[in-house]
């Protein structure tokens, strides 16, 4: 027998748990739910002066369980308003859980399109598109017409089965959406769809397909032109190794590229990985009022220890801190949208602030520092030698490992200027990212100093000087 699970209900058990929430680990300036399981960010847009952000939600414990919707919103991106729950898994179209998807504003309506999960009795599994709408930006009224693409949308090859996480955008008068699938054979594929009015919705194309190295299934596209150049955001499921990029589990690609809107394929010419640290997935996008294309994405990775969840705090995982992405010169850049920026605070207490380190001597520019205390402690090094930056978890008293068959304790990345000139990092309760040169290459990892640490940023070597700025 399933479950009934309704908003109504979600509301009501959120309004009395979120008082139990242990708020030891709780960041200060990144997002987190009221209280319970948080995945994936969807729906992230600009709707009426606000940015709003929904995201995967099971509020009934901080481990995933049928999908809901959170939502929130914020002027700044930095402090959030909790909203009522948008979407609970209360359809049959949607009744193991509404998966991720995406929002857009059509004439002052904001729209959402998500994935219904169905798990059939015989345990079979279904996944289909459907759309909900709200002209107040708080309640969503699913579409009676939902499903609005399923399985006999799709070319017999598609496994009907992983059809997920449509991420919806318009483009030279009509709208689209990428959506994750997967060959029944193996291997992703991005599927291109589209509507004239966001509620008849046709199969356009198979936008881009894999192969073998690039893992066993892709999860939440996002397509977008940025600068002048076709991007393709996703995260790819088990791709193997290379050099210093895909260590996680399952990774994250940004890929540039041209669109040829003819045969509606994308080509790529260029794979990175997002973000090299440990803990990034699932990155969402958007474009504000100011026309910054701003992203932000689940700070964890599937497969991973679950530390608040282990110390039963009432709730787990966070959202990265938003990044404006451009591409300058030829490189993709992200800096974190942090407002009102305060200089001249105190290094011993650097939680919530961002902390610049300014390398003093180029010539021997290699440094080590240490965040936590010497028996509890996240490093950070510059190799000169390899021109690479390195994030190592071995000194943590709470050791986060995971599935990978090759424990992922240091993540690094290359360095893409000659040398690191500054490393910008923004510390939080429970997390740090490290924003390399301006933003060239980025590296988040989470942490869980036990309760005794006393965390401190020190040099340990290397010639650099750190300065700490405050969010108010
Ligand atoms: C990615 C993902 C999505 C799916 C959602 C379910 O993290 O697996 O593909 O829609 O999470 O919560």
């Keep these: 027998m399933t479950e009934l699970y309704t908003v109504e209900r979600a509301n009501n058990f959120i309004a009395q748990a979120k008082e139990q929430v242990n708020t030891h680990y709780r960041p200060k300036a990144h997002f987190v739910a009221p209280v319970g399981w948080i995945n994936d960010p969807n729906g992230f847009v600009f709707f009426r002066g606000e940015y709003h952000l929904f995201y995967q939600y099971f509020p009934y414990d901080s481990v995933w369980g049928p999908m809901h919707w959170g939502h929130a919103k914020s002027k700044d991106l930095v402090h959030w308003e909790h909203l009522p729950v948008a979407l609970a898994p209360d359809q049959p179209y949607d009744i193991s859980g509404c998966f991720s998807g995406s929002a857009i504003v059509k004439d002052d309506t904001l729209w959402l399109m998500y994935t219904g999960h169905i798990m059939r009795e015989d345990g079979t599994v279904r996944q289909v598109q459907n759309m909900a709408y709200s002209t107040d930006g708080v309640h969503f009224e ?8 399923d399985e006999k949308d799709l070319p017999e090859v598609i496994d009907p089965a992983d059809f997920r996480d449509p991420k919806v955008f318009e483009y030279d008068g009509k709208y689209y959406a ?77 890929m540039r590229g041209k669109v040829d809107w003819e045969t509606k394929t994308f080509e790529p010419h260029t794979i990175e990985e997002v973000d090299n640290g440990h803990d990034f997935y699932a990155p969402q996008s958007m474009v504000d009022d100011k026309g910054r294309r701003i992203m932000i994405a689940w700070m964890h990775t599937w497969g991973r220890r679950n530390v608040t969840k282990e110390l039963d705090h009432q709730w787990a995982m966070a959202m990265t801190i938003a990044r404006h992405v451009k591409i300058q010169e030829g490189t993709v850049i992200q800096t974190p949208v942090l407002p009102a920026l305060t200089t001249s605070v105190s290094l011993d207490d650097v939680i919530e602030q961002a902390i610049v380190v300014d390398v003093t001597n180029p010539e021997q520019a290699s440094f080590e520092l240490q965040y936590g205390s010497d028996a509890d402690a996240i490093r950070i090094r510059y190799q000169q030698e390899e021109n690479a930056v390195y994030i190592n978890r071995e000194g943590l008293k709470e050791a986060l490992l995971g599935e990978e068959k090759i424990p992922v304790i240091e993540r690094g990345v290359a360095v893409k200027e000659a040398v690191v000139k500054e490393l910008r990092m923004v510390i939080d309760t429970h997390s740090i990212e490290v924003f390399i040169n301006g933003g060239s290459a980025v590296m988040t990892s989470n942490y869980f100093f036990t309760p ?19 969010l108010s």
Excluded at 142 to 149: E, Q
Excluded at 186 to 207: A, R
Excluded at 452 to 466: F, H, I, K, M
């Design 142 to 149: 699913k579409l009676a017409s939902n499903p609005v693409l």
């Design 452 to 470: 005794a640490t006393e965390p401190r940023l020190q040099v340990l070597s290397g010639n650099v000087e750190l300065s700490g700025f405050a």
């Design 178 to 254: 990428v959506v994750a699938a997967k060959y029944r054979e193996n291997g992703g594929c991005i599927v291109l769809v589209g509507s004239e009015d966001l509620v008849d919705w046709q199969f356009e194309s198979i936008f881009l397909k894999g192969n073998a190295e690039h893992g066993i299934m892709w999860e939440c596209p996002d397509f977008f032109q940025l600068d002048g150049e076709d991007c393709l955001v996703m995260s790819p499921m088990q791709v193997a190794r290379d050099g210093l990029s895909h260590h996680n589990i399952n990774t994250t690609y940004f």
